[in-house]
């Protein structure tokens, strides 16, 4: 798989992790003392696009395959600890956090579409080769 298609996968991985995160703020928004919580994948990605960059696992041994990392090394995950608008402590606000929801659903839309787009490229090309 190319370098492009790896970071569009690490992309969408990176999309769904933060779904989860916005989805528990939402669901802990009337939780006392609850901070919200999310991770930045974005930074994440620029730093592996950057040159010389790479996405590869640790071996064990010397004789183990190198294989792609489904990890989450690399995402920043944080707390907003130092906010709070809400009397019992509470810093979870529903609108952002469903704003950030839906332009986190269209971020994960784009990477899915142009994975989609990559990998029917490469069908393409392989059937026009025969193979």
């Given at each position: 798989?190319?370098?492009?298609?790896?970071?569009?996968e690490q992309?969408?991985?990176?999309?769904?992790?933060?779904?989860?995160?916005?989805?528990?703020?939402?669901?802990?928004?009337?939780?006392?003392?609850?901070?919200?919580?999310?991770?930045?994948?974005?930074?994440?990605?620029?730093?592996?696009?950057?040159?010389?960059?790479?996405?590869?696992?640790?071996k064990t041994?010397?004789?183990?395959?190198?294989?792609?990392?489904?990890?989450?090394?690399?995402?920043?995950?944080?707390?907003?600890?130092?906010?709070?608008?809400?009397?019992?402590?509470?810093?979870?606000?529903?609108?952002?956090?469903?704003?950030?929801?839906?332009?986190?659903?269209?971020?994960?839309?784009?990477?899915?579409?142009?994975?989609?787009?990559?990998?029917?490229?490469?069908?393409?090309?392989?059937?026009?080769?025969?193979?």
């Amino acid at each position: 798989m190319n370098r492009v298609m790896q970071i569009l996968e690490q992309g969408i991985d990176g999309a769904s992790r933060r779904q989860n995160h916005i989805s528990n703020n939402i669901a802990n928004a009337d939780t006392p003392g609850y901070k919200r919580q999310d991770i930045d994948f974005k930074s994440a990605l620029r730093k592996l696009a950057e040159p010389g960059q790479g996405l590869s696992l640790s071996k064990t041994r010397n004789n183990h395959l190198a294989g792609r990392t489904k990890s989450n090394s690399g995402l920043n995950y944080f707390k907003e600890r130092n906010t709070s608008f809400r009397v019992d402590g509470g810093n979870v606000d529903i609108e952002r956090e469903m704003a950030e929801m839906a332009k986190n659903n269209v971020y994960f839309d784009t990477l899915a579409q142009q994975l989609d787009a990559g990998f029917n490229r490469i069908h393409s090309v392989l059937d026009r080769s025969g193979g």
